[in-house]
């Protein structure tokens, strides 16, 4: 399997609940990344947490990291029909001036009105 | 900002003719990404500039696929000859050197019949 997995594959909720995504990754990492991308779209910067950082809030997002466990979660409060879209986590375990961001192959949610 | 803009948006060719993606990153950025997105294989990193110099090619598939940097703000990636099998959606992305989050564009979708 490679750097940066999500799941799940696909979740489907209700407007209004909270949604939970989660992503493994199997190298040392510099920061996470999660990254959105509506159909048909480019991909867009949702939150970084560093590796030495264990949670942080970015409006109705919370990303927590675990680097003894290697894994990440992502949580959507309060989902709106307007979160529909893909997101990936995205991990950069690069060093020196060899910058690159290796990407899950993602989770697809859907929230339903 | 105008952000990272990539032409043409869809391009449809036949087996074998050569095809040229085009891409303007951000003003400012140093670094530039090319990736290629299908269903099967997910987000893939295909080569990344930094400064305009080609820094890690490993991505990319095989010598038919070469990609150019001759100035700051245009960046091109070029199949020759395309086959069935490069039909993807393909996004170029760029970052500030010193930023940790990339800019991506809305991608050229790539059909070869």
């Known amino acids: 399997s490679q750097q940066g997995e999500e799941d799940p594959q696909a979740l489907s909720i209700q407007e209004g609940e909270n949604a939970t995504m989660n992503c493994s990754y199997k190298?040392?990492?510099?920061?996470l990344q999660w990254y959105r991308q509506n159909s048909g779209r480019g991909l867009v910067h949702l939150i970084l947490?560093?590796?030495?950082?264990r949670e942080k809030h970015s409006g109705r997002l919370r990303v927590t990291l675990d680097t003894s466990k290697k894994s990440s979660s992502l949580l959507i409060t309060a989902s709106r029909a307007a979160d529909t879209a893909s997101y990936f986590c995205a991990t950069d375990a690069s060093g020196g001036s060899n910058y690159k961001l290796t990407f899950g192959k993602g989770t697809l949610l859907t929230v339903n009105p | 900002d105008a952000g990272v803009i990539q032409s043409p948006r869809h391009e449809v060719t036949e087996m074998g003719q050569e095809v040229t993606l085009r891409c303007k990153p951000i003003?400012?950025?140093?670094?530039l990404f090319w990736y290629r997105q299908t269903m099967m294989r997910g987000l893939e990193l295909l080569i990344y500039f930094n400064n305009n110099v080609p820094i890690d090619d490993s991505g990319m598939p095989e010598d038919r696929f070469s990609a150019k940097m001759p100035n700051a703000s245009f960046s091109t990636l070029k199949i020759q000859p395309s086959e069935p099998r490069d039909s993807a959606v393909y996004f170029c992305?760029?970052?500030?050197?010193?930023?940790?989050?990339?800019?991506f564009g809305p991608g050229t979708r790539l059909t070869v019949t």
């Open positions: 003003s400012g950025h140093n670094s």
């Open positions: 947490i560093r590796s030495n950082e």
């Open positions: 992305a760029s970052r500030y050197t010193g930023g940790d989050e990339q800019y």
């Open positions: 190298t040392s990492i510099n920061n």
